[in-house]
Nanobody
């Protein structure tokens, strides 16, 4: 059974950094688009970043929400079936549960949560001011 398990969340001061990991198991996700979403208390789940399948380095593309541009970096290690989210210059408004997701297909409508087939349980990120 396919499973995504996030780790790396925690409490960090504003301006600090965290690196989240999403370990995939049960199937090979190297041909899947992988993404990170987040959900803050009382808010809708929102798209953070996505990365396309890795074939050759030039074929992999990344996509970011505006708030993540320049601060967050998504990457993947297909050999280890793992996706990462490096988050720098964290702000209190980044506090949320961060979840990874996977799907096949095109890169259209990346922000639409119902189009993602696999989800992890999430990891809590709390940024103190």
């Amino acid at each position: 059974q396919a499973q995504l398990v996030e780790s790396g969340g925690g409490l960090v001061q504003a301006g600090g950094s965290l690196r989240l990991s999403c370990a995939a198991s049960g199937r090979t996700f190297s041909s899947y688009i992988m993404a990170w979403f987040r959900q803050a208390p009382g808010k809708e789940r929102e798209f953070v970043a996505a990365i396309t399948p890795s074939g050759t380095p030039s074929a992999t593309s990344t996509h970011y929400a505006e708030f993540a541009q320049g601060r967050f970096t998504i990457s993947r290690d297909s050999a280890e079936n793992t996706v990462y989210l490096q988050m720098n210059s964290l702000k209190p408004e980044d506090t949320a549960v961060y979840s990874c997701a996977a799907r096949m297909g095109s890169i259209v409508e990346l922000t639409t949560t119902r189009l993602w087939n696999f989800w992890g349980q999430g990891t809590q990120v709390t940024v103190s001011s």
